[in-house]
Antibody, heavy 123, light 108 residues
Framework: QLQLQESGPGLVKPSETLSLTCTVSGDSIDSSYYYWGWIRQPPGKGLEWIGSIYYSGSPYYYNPSLKSRVSISVDKAKNQFSLKLSSVTAADTAVYYC??????????????WGQGTLVTVSS | DIQMTQSPSTLSASIGDRVTITCRASQSISSWLAWYQQKPGQAPKLLIYKASTLESGVPSRFSGSGSGTEFTVTISSLQPDDFATYYCQQYSSSSPLTFGGGTKVEIK
């Protein structure tokens, strides 16, 4: 059974870089040819797609509203993929989810989700 | 960007009611639409994809319809487990993938 688990600091200072990792279990990133993505949800608000990456590391797609600050990468050896968001502000405070797309192209729904991790941006 | 607009934002209903939520896209997305259910403190769960195909394990009281720019999800007989927030999402374009603002289904 596929499981995804987010990990990383729960508190990040303004102007610093938010770094999260998603560990995948129950399947190998390297053998499944799927896209893997990050989505966030500010407290009490809706969902925002951050970006998605192919299992091989490329291609990848980022939300244009975050593109200048986002980087997503894959570590096949560790069966993980990661998110980095630079120059954070309080507006980046949110629950961050990792997820797997249901297919081998980025234009597919998100069928498997991690439980989410709250990241607060505050000094 | 393709904008997704859901209505209503909140819906009050009773057990056994038939409930319909609407999602409109700012441009045609064919049938590339998904619906998710999210309960408090939980991750979203995929319910429906390709506008009308139920994800495995989703109860048959859920149904989806529509194409182009207008879509609906219907719960034929609302159950206690269905009180949650529902989101639509277009995946016609990944630049960017976009969600609706959500519809909270609460107890009347």
């Amino acid at each position: 059974q596929l499981q995804l688990q987010e990990s990383g600091p729960g508190l990040v200072k303004p102007s610093e870089t938010l770094s999260l990792t998603c560990t995948v279990s129950g399947d190998s990133i390297d053998s499944s040819y799927y896209y893997w993505g990050w989505i966030r949800q500010p407290p009490g608000k809706g969902l925002e797609w951050i970006g998605s990456i192919y299992y091989s590391g490329s291609p990848y797609y980022y939300n244009p509203s975050l593109k200048s600050r986002v980087s997503i990468s894959v570590d096949k050896a560790k069966n993980q993929f990661s998110l980095k968001l630079s120059s954070v502000t309080a507006a980046d405070t949110a629950v961050y989810y990792c997820a797997r797309h249901s297919g081998t192209v980025s234009t597919t729904p998100l069928s498997h989700w991690g439980q989410g991790t709250l990241v607060t941006v505050s000094s | 960007d393709i904008q997704m607009t859901q209505s209503p934002s909140t819906l009050s209903a009773s057990i056994g009611d038939r409930v319909t939520i609407t999602c409109r896209a700012s441009q045609s997305i064919s049938s590339w639409l998904a619906w998710y259910q999210q309960k408090p403190g939980q991750a979203p769960k995929l319910l429906i994809y390709k506008a009308s195909t139920l994800e495995s394990g989703v109860p048959s009281r859920f149904s989806g319809s529509g194409s182009g720019t207008e879509f609906t999800v219907t719960i034929s007989s609302l159950q206690p487990d269905d009180f949650a927030t529902y989101y639509c999402q277009q995946y016609s374009s990944s630049s960017p993938l976009t969600f609706g603002g959500g519809t909270k289904v609460e107890i009347k």
